[in-house]
């Protein structure tokens, strides 16, 4: 772990052709399979996702993409089509996955035979802040580094919520109006946290790899894109930041420290981004908290497995106490494996449950905040298993929704999948000690624009999430 020391029409555009589609390939259900008989057969590849001298063996193995085939694996050997379900499924997987272990490290990884790029986090190095800036100023300096407004936002007040009531504590909720200077002030309470969740989009593989059709080239580039992460982060005043795809850990840490946070980061252990030219670093998973508000007792990370293989997958937890009145609460992130199908599906829902053990363990009896890109939709057993698990945990946007998740997470548009606009991020939290007060909406399809995001007025191809949550205790509430 690096811990850090500060406190849709489709449309073409020009440069399409300069992005690899080595890790679309890899990260694809058939090169998955293919890569894995390969191993099993010492057979090397050819760059493709096709097992190279062998007669179609695994070359069209993959799992259908349809959610009704979850729980089964669909495969053509030797021209058989063959449906596998039930303890056959989780048997073929277990062996697949068991043959797959790199040596010497009992690890999946990549599944990419090019070499690693291992750069270091140094592309920020021209960038000095002070070690304290008020909040406007931070604003002012990301505003005229951008070319073009962001899209604004506002918060959803619950029924139930803090913020139907106007007052809490002595501290007078606002009309949830994000541009206020004043929006600060709502988080102030000892009782009650603002959590702000977001995969920010990794440089090297937003850039490089991800393909996506509608986006500028221009509205890729790093230097167009980092002040307007840092101003989407400081706009809402969180109390707690958890982060997906960070590749530039040491620029968010400069910057978010002028305003009194500090935070900790752990690298994916293959992370895709070392195998592209001109990478800053791998990416992974950060958190970072407000040190006037919390004490840090402790950090933990860890690599996901599945079926006691470590995967490419990983986990960070802090345990913070609350300055004013002792009151601890624990707080997690993750990234799940990404792509569609039941194999992806049933891997996920692996690397969920052990999430959920490695957090329990970690957790002791604090009340809990889990966000993260799941990368699964509301119906994959990854979800169910979150929402049903013993520790009482519920999805704030879903409370805040009457019991449904929101539209979409994430709205883009790629040259290999077209236009995808679905729900894959989620905060997860206990709901015997927290309600949810308030969450950040959602920009509607024509604030977007036809382009989807990423674009040059959101940085990103994942919507920040944002939530109020109290403390039930403080607010004399049961559940």
């Known amino acids: 772990m690096v811990v850090s020391s500060v406190s849709a029409p489709r449309m073409a555009h020009a440069g399409n052709t300069r992005r690899s589609r080595a890790h679309q390939r890899r990260d694809s259900p058939a090169g998955f399979l293919a890569i894995t008989l390969a191993r099993r057969t010492d057979t090397p590849l050819d760059g493709t996702p096709h097992v190279a001298g062998q007669r179609d063996l695994g070359a069209s193995a993959r799992p259908e993409p349809s959610a009704a085939n979850i729980g089964g694996l669909v495969c053509k050997i030797q021209g058989t089509r063959v449906m596998l379900t039930g303890a056959y499924t989780r048997l073929v997987l277990r062996t697949l996955v068991l043959q797959m272990r790199p040596r010497p490290l009992n690890r999946m990884g990549s599944f990419t035979s090019a070499p690693k790029i291992l750069n270091q986090d140094l592309q920020d ?47 007078r909720l606002l009309r949830w109006n994000v541009v206020s200077k004043r929006c600060g002030e709502a988080a102030a309470s000892p009782h009650h946290i603002r959590v702000l969740q977001w995969n920010v989009l990794s440089q090297a593989l937003g850039e490089m790899n991800d393909n996506f059709a509608c986006c500028p080239d221009e509205a890729l580039q790093w230097s167009a894109r980092r002040y307007q992460i840092v101003e989407e982060i400081i706009e809402y005043c969180p109390d707690i930041i958890c982060l997906q795809e960070v590749d530039h850990f040491k620029f968010l840490s400069g910057a978010l420290a002028t305003q009194g946070y500090t935070g900790m980061f752990f690298p994916k252990p293959d992370s895709p981004c070392l195998y592209i030219q001109g990478n800053n670093g791998p990416d992974g998973c950060a958190i970072f908290y407000r040190t006037d508000k919390f004490d840090l007792l402790n950090s933990e990370s860890r690599v996901l497995e599945v079926w006691s293989v470590q995967s490419n997958q990983v986990a960070l937890l802090v345990n913070l106490r609350i300055k004013e009145t002792g009151r601890e609460v624990c707080v997690a992130t993750t990234h799940l494996k990404a792509r569609n199908g039941a194999l992806l599906s049933t891997l996920r829902e692996e690397q969920g449950k052990d999430l959920l053990r490695f957090v329990e363990e970690r957790r002791q009896d604090r009340p809990l905040v889990l966000c993260g890109d799941f990368n699964a939709e509301p119906i994959e057993p990854v979800y169910k298993s979150i929402m049903t698990h013993s520790s009482g945990l519920g999805s704030a946007y879903a409370n805040a929704h009457g019991g449904q998740e929101p539209p979409y997470t994430t709205w883009k548009v790629r040259e290999s999948e077209g236009e995808v606009c679905h729900t894959i991020d989620y905060v997860f939290f206990s709901q015997r000690e927290f309600a949810v007060d308030a969450v950040l909406d959602f920009p509607t399809g024509e604030e977007i624009g036809l382009g989807r995001i990423p674009s040059f007025i959101y940085p990103s191809d994942h919507f920040s999430l944002v939530c109020d949550l109290s403390f039930r205790e403080q607010r004399g509430m049961s559940l």
């Open 125 to 171: 190095s021209e960038v000095h802040f002070p070690e304290r800036l008020s909040r406007d100023q931070l604003l002012e300096r990301c505003r005229r580094e951008q070319r073009h407004l962001p899209v604004k936002r506002a918060f959803r007040p619950c029924a139930s919520g803090a913020a139907s009531r106007g007052l809490q504590d002595g501290v």
